[in-house]
């Protein structure tokens, strides 16, 4: 095990090692093999949030018993997981659920009247609430009983669902006629309907454990599983115990969708594979119905890894928003989020850096509203694209939501831990809110990757600066925000000269 980050966090290999198998044993999620950089940062993040002195002292916190050892097992699993979603995300998926899977659990189930439900690994909550507006759409009437079940490893990502207060961004791709009609905006935030709210219980449940299912935690029975980009970070022995679980936690007949890039349909042999239009489902086998007019689907790949971005380190404040971009003075009106003027349609993007490329052009030429439409594409598509979050995180800064760009630029050096420019970002943002230690490490961290470089070799998204120029002006101007040295003043022209 290489850990990239060894000389940023001053921790020996040995001490890493013990953490990557810590983290293993509480998530069942691979940190001994891959993901080091994911890991180091999350040692980092807890020892300042918990305010460790070392290393040692944090894994003594952990693994000793001591007072509040809860709640620091807590914290470091929050800095573990990666919280990224958004309502109705994969539209394929939820076009599934309104025209296919709901209609048929909601006929099957009509003379008992109930749906049980449950969104495993349901991160801020998006997810559950938006099966609970999409059944609210498709119930017949008000007389049904349906029990939605979310679950999630982290708590603090619960508390933050439990609110049901959501900024833009997470509703990327969703109609606006949903948000008007469930959400009422208050500020920058809009809050969910408490009817909607009430049909949603959250609770913590650790899918590598084997508490599951059973009545104690309430997951029998289940009629539909959500369990979406979770699996591909498990260890291989887990992510066969968790497809067992889940296959013994639902009714017979019952559903289970998983996110695209998870393992290969070896891993769902005793499930029933159906294919849908964009989409391929799962289902325990009926024990006395006849056949279905899905067609058995081709063994999958693995495919590219998504990723569940880290949420919020605040457990008490609502997530920030990401409103529509401004534009500046001058610029020309786009239209509205879908309806693009370009004759191309984001949905229609083979991957998500074409998508990314496509938003970068529409920044360079101050068309923030539809640059915003492919980069949510292109994010959704290649969540590991780190230029993206990096263009995502300048639009906001000209947008004025500096707090928010904070989090993208996170998300940024979370996706590409290599991608010198999020660092030097993310130091420039952590320096304006007033953390000099934290701008230290990423510039620090920044520092480490430029020293692996030839001298001369041009960094990517720095303005065509070398390794050898960022470096000296490291040590000589280092107070001086990189961004706007190399790249002016307006995000336009940080995307110009930085973004080639």
């Given amino acids: 095990m290489v850990i990239e980050s060894e000389a940023v966090l001053n921790l020996d290999q040995d001490l890493l090692l013990e953490f990557a198998e810590l983290a293993t044993s509480l998530t069942g999620m691979d940190f001994v093999d891959r993901r080091q950089a994911d890991l180091a940062r999350a040692v980092r993040e807890t020892i300042w949030q918990v305010k460790a002195g070392s290393g040692e002292q944090l894994l003594r916190l952990i693994t000793g018993g001591q007072e509040n050892h809860g709640t620091t097992v807590n914290a470091f699993i929050s800095h573990l997981t990666i919280g990224e979603t958004h309502f109705f995300r994969n539209q394929p998926q939820f076009a599934a659920l309104a025209t296919r899977i709901l ?26 609430y938006s099966l609970a507006i999409l059944l609210d759409t498709l119930l017949p009437g008000d007389d049904w009983d349906v029990s939605i079940l979310a679950t999630d490893i982290d708590q603090q990502a619960l508390t933050r669902a439990a609110q049901g207060v959501y900024g833009t961004w997470s509703f990327r791709q969703t109609d606006a006629g949903i948000r008007a009609r469930y959400f009422s905006q208050q500020g920058r935030f809009y809050t969910l309907d408490p009817a909607i709210r ?35 970070y498990f ?24 996110g695209h890039a998870e393992p290969s349909q070896e891993v769902f042999a005793q499930y029933e594979t159906i294919n849908l239009p964009d989409a391929v489902a799962y289902r325990r086998t009926p024990a006395l119905e006849g056949s279905h007019d899905g067609v058995p689907a081709a063994p ?36 509205a989020r879908g309806a ?33 439409q492919w980069l949510g594409r292109a994010i959704e598509q290649s969540p590991l694209l780190g230029e993206a979050h990096y263009l995502h995180a300048l639009l906001l800064l000209e947008a004025g939501y500096g707090d928010v760009a904070l989090t ?28 000099p230690r934290r701008a230290a490490n990423a510039l620090n ?15 990517p998204d720095t303005g065509g600066a070398t390794a050898r120029q960022l470096l000296t002006w490291m040590e000589t101007d280092h107070n001086t925000p990189v961004v706007q040295q190399q790249t002016g003043k307006s995000v336009a ?7 080639r």
């Fill in 103 to 128: 209609p048929e659990l909601i006929e099957r189930r009509r003379h008992e009247k109930r749906l049980r439900i449950w969104s495993a690994a349901c991160a801020t909550g998006e997810e559950p």
């Fill in 198 to 232: 009430r049909r949603v219980t959250f609770a913590q449940l650790n899918l590598a454990e084997s508490g599951y299912p059973s009545q104690a935690s309430a997951t029998t029975a289940m009629d539909l599983i959500l369990c979406r980009n979770v699996m591909i």
């Fill in 235 to 258: 260890t291989p022995a887990v992510t066969r115990a968790v497809a067992d679980r889940l296959y013994a936690a639902l009714h017979d007949g019952g559903w289970l969708l998983v």
């Fill in 300 to 335: 999958r790949a693995a495919a590219a890894i998504g990723h569940r971005v880290e949420a919020p380190s605040s457990p008490d404040a609502p997530t920030a928003p990401n409103t529509r971009m401004s534009r500046p003075a001058g610029a020309t009106p786009v239209p």
């Fill in 340 to 372: 693009p003027s370009d004759t191309r349609s984001a949905a229609s993007a083979p991957d998500g850096l074409d998508a990314y490329r496509r938003a970068r052009e529409l920044a360079e030429l101050g068309q923030w509203s539809e640059a915003e």
């Fill in 408 to 435: 993208a630029a996170r998300r940024c050096t979370y996706a590409s831990p290599s991608y010198v420019a999020g660092h030097l970002l993310l130091a420039q943002l952590y320096r304006r809110d007033g953390d």
């Fill in 445 to 459: 961290y920044a520092r480490t990757l430029l020293e692996r470089c030839a001298p001369d070799e041009a960094i």
């Fill in 493 to 499: 022209m940080q995307v110009k000269a930085g973004l």
